[in-house]
């Protein structure tokens, strides 16, 4: 039987994370769970699972933007690794829930085994533009851009502006020996290329340390310039080839409603995933699930 590792960061809604373990509860997975550190972990600890094994690793100081959010990443993909070899390994977010059943989903993964499952941006001059913003700086706060307190975050952004603007005076400019590449963060790899990615981690967490928002580069660099390139799902399609159902057209990114059931659960829509879900829409929540058992 070829297992699938479920890969979820997560920090709020408990009761959405718990929808999404059951989907995917399965003896067929094991799920692998991490909580932002500044979250309190026991608004978790009624979360179970009755056929997949569940494991919660220690909690990540995930922060949006910076390096933490790798370090997340390889925290999960080393935690499965140390279990067991999978198949495939899906990464997800505590606001995503499957749109397929687990059946049609290793149906799938097994007719074609070996396919990586990462999304690539289109290229046009404005997106390599932002490739190129994102990484040719030293980004040196990116660990606080976030931060709650206001006072803060005002001095946090004054000190990145004024680096950048002498960087840009002194023409400061990183180099990289790889061809870089973006896309959506959410991925489902095999087991060859996540033990790659693990073997080259101190060397992509040295290259991408101190750029902006290094989860939407890193795997698709590695990947695009590593010997799995050939195994690219459809590269053309960034959202199919990830098969993740995503709109950043109506929102950054949209939020599903009740109204787009159809759409959502549409046999026309190939994709294993969709994000991202609210707590607040739970008869969205609820008729995906429901769908879900009926198939």
Not at 163 to 177: A, D, E, P
Request: proline share 2%; glycine share 2%; with cysteine.
């Amino acid at each position: 039987m070829n297992k699938h590792a479920y890969l979820i960061i997560a920090h709020n809604q408990p009761w959405l994370l718990q929808t999404l373990v059951n989907l995917i509860d399965d003896v067929r997975n094991d799920i692998f769970i991490t909580i932002d550190s500044r979250t309190d972990i026991n608004i978790f600890k009624n979360i179970k699972a009755h056929n997949s094994s569940l494991f919660f690793t220690p909690q990540s100081n995930n922060r949006w933007g910076s390096i933490k959010q790798i370090e997340t990443e390889f925290l999960l993909f080393e935690t499965s690794q140390n279990h067991g070899n999978y198949s495939y390994y899906h990464l997800l977010s505590g606001q995503d829930l499957p749109i397929k059943s687990q059946d049609y989903i290793h149906q799938v993964c097994d007719k074609l085994q070996g396919k990586e499952f990462v999304g690539f941006e289109k290229e046009s001059q404005q997106s390599l533009k932002g490739l190129d913003n994102k990484t040719k700086y030293f980004y040196i706060l990116q660990d606080h851009f976030r931060c709650s307190n206001i006072f803060e975050k005002i001095i946090v952004r004054l000190i990145q502006k004024s680096s950048l603007s002498l960087q840009k005076v002194f023409r400061v400019r990183r180099k990289y020996k790889l061809e870089l590449k973006k896309g959506p963060n959410w991925v489902s790899i095999t087991d060859e290329f996540c033990k790659y990615l693990v073997k080259h981690k101190a060397e992509i967490l040295q290259m991408f340390n101190h750029t902006f928002c290094p989860d939407e580069i890193f795997l698709q660099t590695v990947l695009w310039n590593s010997p799995f390139k050939n195994n690219i799902y459809d590269y053309e399609d960034e959202y199919h080839s990830c098969l993740r159902y995503i709109d950043w057209n109506r929102g950054k990114p949209y939020t599903w409603k009740e109204k787009d059931i159809d759409e959502l659960m549409s046999d026309n829509n190939k994709c294993f995933f969709a994000r991202k879900f609210s707590s607040h829409d739970k008869a969205l929540v609820n008729k995906i699930t429901m769908s879900i058992k009926n198939k």
